[in-house]
């Protein structure tokens, strides 16, 4: 089983910049995907990003332009940057590993990021 551990959350100016990172344990291989979700308060949980382990991204049409999702294969690692945050930003943002061949469909915790002056 998969394990991941999201960090980087917290509150942040309008404006402002934030990098969440996932590390993710227990997986002697390197996972096909991995993608980052978040979940406003009140609202169902969405896709922001998911990248591949070939390192090809993909964006939610409504998260392009501020969200760059990346990953280090050699630290089992996936990170997202987010620029110019806005207050609707603000959720708890949940890293995803997606490997069907061998059955990893892992969540971790979540991380909160609270947008706001």
């Known amino acids: 089983q998969v394990q991941l551990v999201e960090s980087g959350g917290g509150l942040v100016h309008p404006g402002g910049s934030l990098t969440l990172s996932c590390a993710a344990s227990g997986n002697p291989f390197v996972i096909n995907a991995m993608a980052w979700h978040r979940q406003a308060p009140g609202q169902e949980r969405e896709l922001v990003a998911a990248i591949t382990k070939s390192g090809r991204s993909t964006y939610a049409d409504s998260m392009q332009g501020r969200f760059t999702i990346s990953r280090d294969n050699t630290k089992n690692t996936v990170s997202l940057q987010i620029h110019s945050l806005k207050p609707e930003d603000t959720a708890v943002y949940y890293c995803?590993?997606?490997?069907?061949?061998?059955?990893?469909?892992?969540w971790g915790k979540g991380t909160l990021v609270t947008v706001s002056s």
């Open positions: 995803y590993a997606d490997d069907p061949f061998y059955g990893i469909h892992s």
